[in-house]
């Protein structure tokens, strides 16, 4: 069973810029691929980045591309994603998500995750 935590978010003015963490409890990232996904009140979660096991395949939704990064330096650091100005229709609550695979694509669907965190909220004011 792997645990996910994820941190850094809060309340940021738009133009701003924070940067959430993924962290497992207790064990590495070793062999997973990372997802982030965001749900913002009234909608239905959906994909913003993932990286594969090895952070040599990133994927972006088209409304994040140039803004979000996601990455990853080792199986024994926390999987990162950088976001930089940000707008208020970026403001939702963010997932992260792991799934334990060699498959050399990021994964981009919720389907393909096994784990899921609790979520971080993000609030991006105008």
């Known amino acids: 069973q792997v645990q996910l935590v994820e941190s850094g978010g809060g309340l940021v003015q738009a133009g701003g810029s924070l940067r959430l963490s993924c962290a497992a409890s207790?064990?590495?990232?070793?062999?997973?691929?990372m997802g982030w996904f965001r749900q913002a009140p009234g909608k239905e979660r959906e994909f913003v980045a993932a990286?594969?096991?090895?952070?040599?395949?990133?994927g972006y939704a088209d409304s994040v591309k140039g803004r979000f990064t996601i990455s990853r330096d080792n199986a024994k650091t926390p999987v990162y994603l950088q976001m930089n100005s940000l707008k208020p229709e970026d403001t939702a609550v963010y997932y992260c998500?792991?799934?334990?695979?060699?498959?050399?694509?990021?994964?981009?669907?919720?389907?393909?995750?096994?784990?899921w965190g609790q979520g971080t909220q993000v609030t991006v004011s105008s």
């Open positions: 998500a792991a799934r334990r695979t060699n498959n050399g694509s990021y994964l981009r669907y919720e389907y393909n995750y096994d784990y």
């Open positions: 207790g064990r590495t990232f070793s062999g997973y691929a």
């Open positions: 990286i594969n096991w090895s952070g040599g395949s990133t």
